[in-house]
Nanobody, 126 residues
Framework: QVQVVESGGGLVQAGDSLRLSCAAS????????MGWFRQAPGQEREFVAA????????YYADSVKGRFTIARDNDKNTEYLQMNSLKPEDTAVYYC??????WGSGWSRKDFYRYWGQGTQVTVSS
């Protein structure tokens, strides 16, 4: 069994920063990278950022480009989402997930990812 846990969410003011963490444990599995998604109340879960293992290439949604940074600490087997200049519209539950599907182009499709965490709430007040 695979467990994925996100942490680091909280309540901040507009302009503040937060760093989310994501770690997997349990049964080893193969993956090609990982991604962060978010879901605001009443909205679909949307892609935020992704990191590929093979090339280290990163992908970002236009709405967070230049403000968010995805990274991995190989020593700690932990991935991070550094979020700067937060805006009220960034308020959502943030999920991390691991891509186990090597086929298909792009990194924003939710069905490319198999192992998901339970999410961590990020609330940005104006």
């Amino acid at each position: 069994q695979v467990q994925v846990v996100e942490s680091g969410g909280g309540l901040v003011q507009a302009g503040d920063s937060l760093r989310l963490s994501c770690a997997a444990s349990g049964r080893p599995f193969s993956s090609y990278g990982m991604g962060w998604f978010r879901q605001a109340p009443g909205q679909e879960r949307e892609f935020v950022a992704a990191l590929t293992w093979s090339s280290g290439r990163t992908y970002y949604a236009d709405s967070v480009k230049g403000r968010f940074t995805i990274a991995r600490d190989n020593d700690k087997n932990t991935e991070y989402l550094q979020m700067n200049s937060l805006k009220p519209e960034d308020t959502a539950v943030y999920y991390c997930a691991y891509r186990t599907n090597p086929w298909g182009s792009g990194w924003s499709r939710k069905d490319f990812y198999r192992y998901w965490g339970q999410g961590t709430q990020v609330t940005v007040s104006s």
